[in-house]
């Protein structure tokens, strides 16, 4: 019997992305994705397991070693590693926050990641995103749950030409499709 | 598009905000020793004012929280937000006529 592998959202949508050197679009592979809540107390102490401090002021990113802990709310934040078992993770936050009212929850299979990047990215996002984009009113370190169209995502600004959107997995491909539409202007 | 002040977040448009019906209406502590009146009253009805009105929204596609904004029914302006749990703002004279 064949084996089943398991498969991203994205797997067949993005074998032949258009090649657009100023707005390039990339699939992620898997990641650690755990949503963190908790109250004053116990904040430090994920930070320290987990290796990033947790960021106290409003949409902003804390990142370090190819981990990043983004501010979601003013209690809650998404702790993201590409590319990494979230196993691990999350055991050495539970025992760093035994005792201490929170709320850990894996959620890496939930959704999966977009990279868009190029001089062009902020112009094709724009297309989707009622946010500001420029890189005063949105600028690197900067992350928010915001729109893409009708899909809620996670926008951040990794780079002044690199985004990075993590999208929940069934929006998926109508975010990378409407990404490929903005981007054809400049095919 | 209108952009609405989120107490966490800052300016951000309308799209990502939910209304959430008038603010600062608290649950009666013991709903059983309510009359059927003043229990309809709480439930249903609201002050529905022409003019200044303190409202619940939710910065749904942002950072998901509830927080309170003072908006006027007539012009759809709004004159002030401010997190959930604080008193109302005295927001009678400030920016009415922006
Ligand atoms: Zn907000």
Known sequence: ?187 | MLIIDCPWCGARPEVEFAYGGEAHIARPSDPSALSDQEWADFLYNRTNPKGLHAERWRHLHGCGRYFNAVRDTVSDFFVVTYKAGEPRPDAGTEGGDR
């Open chain 1, 1 to 187: 019997m064949a084996e089943l592998m398991p498969s991203l959202p994205l797997d067949t949508l993005a074998a032949a992305p258009r090649d657009v050197a100023v707005a390039r679009l990339v699939a992620l592979g898997p990641a650690a994705r755990l949503v963190f809540r908790g109250r004053e107390a116990a904040i430090g102490p994920a930070g320290e397991a987990f290796g990033v401090p947790l960021p106290r002021e409003a949409c902003r990113v804390n990142a370090a070693d190819g981990r990043y802990a983004l501010w979601l709310g003013p209690d809650e934040w998404m702790l993201l590693a590409l590319d990494t078992d979230p196993a691990p993770i999350f055991a050495a936050i539970e025992a760093a926050t035994a005792g201490l009212p929170h709320a850990l929850t894996d959620v890496s299979a939930r959704s999966t990641g977009i990279e868009i990047a190029g001089p062009q990215a902020a112009f094709v996002l724009g297309q989707g995103c009622p946010l500001d984009l420029s890189p005063e009113a949105f600028p690197v370190g900067m992350c928010t749950r915001t729109l893409f169209h009708k899909a809620e995502i996670v926008l951040v600004r990794t780079a002044p030409d690199i985004f990075h959107i993590d999208v929940w997995r069934s929006f998926a491909p109508y975010v990378w499709e409407l990404l490929e539409e903005g981007r054809r202007e400049f095919a």
